[in-house]
């Protein structure tokens, strides 16, 4: 019996990276702008995308996928509560969405009929930060009480993301974060990466968020 | 956390190309990881035993080859390693700093028998 090496060299996340590309292209043709929402527990995901349906979707025609580990539709209620479509994914105890699961979750959605999909990715800033999904954006949000030490932590999260937007930023005179030194983190992960600081309670900075946004889907509307 | 999807991955690719190679049995399996890579060598070995039972991989080990996490300083140009959470540079405390490796993750190569 001979044993005898093979060269592979192929990525480990290779065949998630190509159902996520076919993803984008599906979501291309369609001309739907979609962005993945991570973030830790509690950062406002969710908080955001319903301030963002409420500000947008006057204009904007907005689907929302929620990814969650357990098999609970709290979020999903709330976004379909506001009259907009919403697709739950349930990972089984998984710590991040994968190309597969937005694959199945797109089937559930009329395409045709929508300008922009908003993924909200399992909280957690480790795991999601490896799986692509096919969206045309990367956001992360992180949040005032998190503390300012997060991107020198957590730094895979921070790579590759299109927007940063830093939620509760009301709780500054509160607590002792050091926005500086926060941003000097990002910096190094992300040079340049564009920055909103935002509150959903007192609507602080969120209009420059929305700006964004908005024009990000009537540019790729546009371009299609 | 995310090593059960990650070995899962890792089995499928072994796979693949053993029945290409028309292998018999894979007995070795050798990673590359940058160290900026979250991935924890223990769990992917807890995974690996579990999954690869009953596949063409079952016995077989896993090598990991860790390449180091890599930052330059873009005031002073000195090379360092990062071991743990991103650092100033410690030659001259910038934070002025590049990512050049640490971020490599892929299945180089595998032992067959025939």
Redesign the interface.
Known sequence: ????????????????DQVAAQTQSLLSKNSVFSINIMASPGAGKTSVILKTIEKLSDKVRIAVIEGDTAPVTIDSDKVIAMGMPAVQINTGG???L?AVMIDRALKHLDLKNLDLIIVENVG?L??P???KIGTHANVVISSIPEGD?K???Y??IY?GIDVLLINKIDLMPYIDFRMDYYQ??V???NPGLTTFQVSCKTEEGFDNWISWLSTQVTEFKNRS | ??E???TE??L??AEK??IQ?E?KKV?DLY?VIGN???IVDDSVVFYWEMLAQGTICEGSTIHFKRLPAKMLCLTCENIFELSG??IPCPNCSS?????QSG?E??????????
């Open positions: 019996m001979t044993i005898e090496k093979v060269q592979i060299v192929e990525k480990i996340f290779e065949a998630n998984q710590c991040h994968d957690n480790i795991c930060a490896s799986f030490d991107p020198y932590k730094t895979n790579r000097q983190g910096e190094i992960l | 956390m995310h059960l999807a990650v991955s890792i499928r690719i190309h053993a190679e292998a007995t990673l900026l890579s979250s959470e991103l934070f002025q700093l590049k990512i971020e993750f892929w299945l180089e190569s595998i032992e067959i028998e025939r």
